[in-house]
């Protein structure tokens, strides 16, 4: 912090405060004993100041004052022979005047005081008009704030030189074997082929690593995500009336940056529900054998290839009744439609829904949990609940590690080629005769150890010519989205492999079924599939050719 302020301007004093500490027997390792004051010379702008502390003012008291202007460059000119600092910069006079025991700090600051600003002076010599010198500072304040949205808007990423040193030496070693390859090529006999093939084999490996080291650059840990929620479960507790203990674990869990900046708002919003509507006053946790201070946990974890965060309380739990009573009410679903406890709960992230009883201003307008699910799924993750009436609510988010890359099965219909994502695929069968049986209005099923799966034939999706129109001969992919699963009708598995992913809307357009495209070996494009849009192509069982 102290380096960056130095960018800023003129660092002129640091000083630290050390009256609080207590003998070393006697330190608590959770409080914070020292302090620091600084003086900053700059012409910066204030929020420029405020940024570099971001990732500490959650946690600290953090107080920025002005305290007179400096004309630095002025008070640099005062004498021809300025000592100079350390790092280059010459100390300003008032500085040396207080360090040669001339004045005091107090004198220093009351000359300073009386320093006037430009516009005062020009006002007062009738050289500008005091409207003229207003116009003139709205102005500057304009450019200033242009120029600090700008600065803001460069996405930039701070890497551990560890990380970069270990990406400099691959490309060395990339740059050794490209050497190499080059060599062979210039003298290539057929006899050649097997040093060839190790060539291309360590070729491989490099750009291998390469790529894992690059996606690694953009990995953060998720604590930076979660630093906010201390304060604000301090603020909501204090303005809810509510005794509350916030709980984080797996704040080293690493992610990628654009995960991470998208999923900080939803996880506020889902911190600030449970902090709402899930904890009880403390009354009432009493008067249900609870502790008086209600639990929030955060944790974030790896499961398979996907980051999973789940934002847990011990409060009320979800009512099912109640959920149902309002979704009736609303329209969403019919009087008599039965519906199991899990698609119960989906219903809350319907947009417009709340059952508060009274709008807040925290919540209850029933804005918010749709978008929490809009987001994430729009990361290529779900969302999940699991509830138990009076005991509590789990949200579970499942995140991809990476936005850029991700493992695919390659499979064939017809001459086509498509990548279905590898988490959503539970396995492969060839059903046996009779296995799939057609249901009106239900379309086609087919029956997995007992269970009736609708059976999607991607053939019919695409508008392509198959290679095969028997389900017997042919292989069922079974993909699970949110807990629905689907099977999907392919002519042949060609394999697994990691695809780079490439956006349809940038590129092309949205295109229901598919998720992104990827350049394949052989330079073709290949589809990725999105399984959510398959199960509602299904559903609605019109095929809609792509």
């Known amino acids: 912090m102290l380096r960056e302020l130095r960018s800023l301007g003129k660092l002129t004093e640091v000083g630290i405060d050390m009256s609080r500490l207590p003998d070393l027997a006697e330190v608590d390792p959770e409080k914070c004993y020292l302090s620091w004051h600084m003086r900053l010379a700059t012409e910066k702008d204030r929020k420029v100041i405020e940024a570099v502390f971001e990732f500490v003012r959650e946690d600290s008291k953090l107080v920025i004052e002005e305290c007179g202007a400096l004309s630095v460059k002025r008070e640099a000119s005062e004498s021809e022979n300025e000592p100079r600092v350390e790092d280059g910069e010459p100390k300003p006079l008032g500085e040396i005047l207080v360090e040669s025991g001339v004045v005091s700090r107090e004198t220093l600051d009351q000359a300073l005081a009386q320093q006037k600003r430009v516009g005062q002076i020009l006002v007062e010599q009738h050289a500008a008009s005091p409207q003229q010198v207003e116009q003139a500072l709205q102005k500057q304040r304009q450019q200033e704030s ?36 080059s060599d062979l090529g210039a003298r290539f006999e057929m006899s050649h082929m097997p040093v060839l093939l190790e060539r ?4 491989e490996r490099n750009t291998r690593e390469i790529q894992e080291r690059v996606m690694s650059i953009r990995m953060l840990p998720i604590g930076t995500a979660f630093s ?20 984080l674990s797996g704040e080293e869990t690493e992610l990628d940056k654009t995960v991470i900046e998208s999923i900080s708002d939803p996880l506020t919003h889902l911190v600030r529900n449970s902090a709402d509507h899930g904890l009880e006053p403390p009354e009432e946790r009493l008067d249900n054998n609870k502790q008086e201070i209600g639990t929030i946990r ?3 974890f790896h499961e398979g290839g996907n980051i999973c965060i789940t934002v847990e309380d011990d409060g009320r739990g979800l009512n099912r009744d109640k959920i ?3 979704a009736v009410k609303q329209g969403l679903i019919g009087e008599n439609e039965k519906l199991s406890d899990e698609q119960i709960w989906l219903l809350i992230f319907k947009p417009g829904f709340s059952t508060a009883e009274k709008v807040t201003d925290v919540s209850g307008r029933g804005v918010g949990m749709d978008v929490v699910k809009r987001n994430i799924e729009g990361l290529g993750g779900t969302v999940s609940i699991k509830t138990r009436p009076g005991q509590g609510t789990i949200f579970i988010l499942k995140l991809p590690l990476t936005l850029a890359i991700i493992e695919g099965m390659t499979v064939r219909v017809g001459q086509e080629t498509y990548i279905v994502p590898l988490l959503s695929i539970l396995e492969s069968i060839q059903p046996k005769p009779g296995g799939v049986k057609t249901v009106v209005g239900k379309g086609e099923l087919i029956d997995v150890r007992g269970t009736y799966l609708p059976m999607v034939r991607m053939y019919e999706i695409f508008a392509l010519q198959p290679e095969i129109t028997d389900p017997t001969k042919a292989i069922l992919l079974i993909l699970e989205t949110e807990g629905e699963r689907v099977a999907v009708m392919v002519d042949e598995i060609l394999g697994q492999q990691q695809v780079v992913i490439k956006s349809m809307e940038q590129n092309f357009r949205k295109v229901e079924g598919i998720a992104g495209a990827t350049i394949l070996g052989d330079g073709t494009v290949g589809f990725i599939l ?9 559903r609605q069982g019109e095929p809609v050719a792509a």
């Not at 970069?164 to 691959?170: A, Q, T, V, Y």
């Not at 291309?200 to 070729?203: R, T």
């Not at 304060?231 to 303005?239: C, E, G």
């Not at 999105?530 to 299904?538: C, N």
């Open 200 to 203: 291309m084999a360590q070729l």
């Open 530 to 538: 999105d399984v959510r849009g398959l199960l509602e192509i299904a």
């Open 146 to 181: 242009a120029a600090q949205s700008k600065k803001t808007d460069t996405a930039s990423i701070r890497v551990d030189t560890d990380k970069i040193d270990k990406l400099i030496n691959l490309v060395g070693e990339l740059v050794i074997t490209q050497s190499m390859l």
């Open 324 to 326: 149902l009573a309002k």
């Open 228 to 247: 906010r929620f201390p304060r604000l479960v301090r603020d909501l507790s204090a303005k809810a009336g509510k005794k509350i203990q916030l709980v």
């Open 298 to 300: 955060l944790n974030a």
